[in-house]
């Protein structure tokens, strides 16, 4: 953990984060899907999913209520989505992780490169590149319907914003859809206001 705190930029300097956001773009089966998230250190956490240009589905989350919006019905969170994104809207969870019980489980090959197996929580496991610190991939495990599905996230193309390492790419797979999310605008510390999360 404190290797990959260190790989993007360091304790120091991520703690002047007040707040980040990025767009991204991907397609898929032919539609192009945007992606908008933004982040404070105030647990304040944003996440839309456009497709064609029409919002899919929508995270907001404010401190300590939150709600999400799927097909166009809104739903408010219960206590332990509140927790779990609460762990997630922070700018970089990781710095959070180092107090809690992540637990080592191994070495495996991410895309040919060794990386440590780290398990976050019963439903997050993330794999950090053993020679230069960065995260190479995360996986979820979610429950839809009354079966268990796990969503990949495999982080690529890191590059410098303000003095800290994100990756430009974010190859998700979910099932058997796997789509490349092309990071356009990264944002820190500006262009966001108390009204994103209402």
Excluded: C, H, W
Excluded at 53 to 73: E, P, T, W
Excluded at 74 to 97: C, Q, T, W
Excluded at 155 to 184: K, T
């Amino acid at each position: 953990m404190n290797k990959y705190i260190e790989a993007i930029g360091g304790k120091e300097k991520l703690e002047t984060v007040t707040s980040y956001s990025f767009l991204a773009e991907a397609e898929m089966q032919g539609m192009k899907l945007n992606l908008e998230v933004k982040k404070t250190a105030k647990d304040q956490f944003m996440q839309d999913v456009k497709v064609s240009g029409n919002s899919m589905s929508k995270q907001v989350f404010n401190k300590d209520k939150g709600y999400m919006i799927m097909q166009g019905q809104r739903k408010d969170m219960g206590p332990d989505e509140i927790k779990k994104v609460k762990d997630e809207s922070a700018p970089f969870p990781e710095l959070n992780y180092i107090n809690t019980d992540v637990t080592l489980e191994g070495i495996e090959s991410v895309e040919g490169k060794k990386a440590y197996k780290l398990k976050i929580s019963e439903e997050k496991t993330a794999f950090y590149d053993i020679e230069t610190g960065l995260k190479l991939q995360e996986t979820t495990v979610a429950e839809m319907g009354g079966q268990k599905i796990t969503s990949t996230i495999n982080y690529m193309d890191y590059r410098e914003i303000s003095e800290i390492q994100f990756p430009f790419i974010m190859a998700q797979s979910v099932g058997p859809q796997r789509f490349e999310f092309i990071v356009s605008e990264v944002k820190v510390n500006e262009g966001i206001s108390d009204t994103d999360f209402e």
